[in-house]
């Protein structure tokens, strides 16, 4: 899963600033990021060794973890995930090589936020679970369905704006 940044400004510290003296003197803090974080790059070598601070460092991403807000679904937890939920359920119909599914899939991670505790969101690969989209008729990705009470409600089908799912969404949660 890839994660837009608007921006991100790397700001290069002195080699001073990551001395032991000066990490005493004062703390160098960086803005709240969710999903960044600062890694050193190299890690002081033996006890014995003369201790030598690293010259740079390396600011990994972490968000894969983070980012992922809509839980996969597949052939074996259908069943008890969609038709058996207390609650409406929105599944997204994609596959990896699909291009129009991954410019949707920013706008059902929204939903899911916009949507928490009302709706539920699911992602299913057609690749990894082809009998479900079979047994749903899917013959174009992606597809966009919303189950209420165990029954197929709404389908909506293609890349869409974000406005045409949220009027779908609103028939039913």
Not at 23 to 46: D, I, M, Q, T
């Amino acid at each position: 899963m890839a994660t837009l940044f608007d921006s991100i400004a790397v700001v290069r510290l002195p080699s001073s600033a990551f001395s032991p003296v000066a990490a005493r003197r004062a703390s160098v803090k960086l803005p709240l990021c969710v999903g960044l974080r600062l890694r050193p790059a190299a890690r002081f070598v033996a006890a014995s060794a003369p201790r030598i601070a690293p010259r740079a460092a390396r600011l990994v991403c972490e968000a894969q973890d983070t980012a992922l807000d809509v839980a996969p679904i597949t052939d074996a937890n259908w069943q008890s995930l969609v038709l058996e939920s207390d609650s409406a359920v929105l599944v997204e119909f994609w596959a990896p090589w699909c291009g129009p599914c991954r410019m949707i899939h920013p706008i059902i991670d929204e939903l899911a936020k916009q949507y928490a505790g009302k709706l539920k969101c699911y992602k299913l690969n057609t690749d990894e679970s082809p009998s479900t989209a079979t047994r749903y008729g899917i013959r174009s990705i992606p597809t966009v369905m919303i189950f209420k009470n165990g029954e197929k409600k709404d389908t909506v089908i293609g890349a869409v704006p974000k406005s045409t799912l949220t009027t779908s969404i609103e028939k039913f949660v």
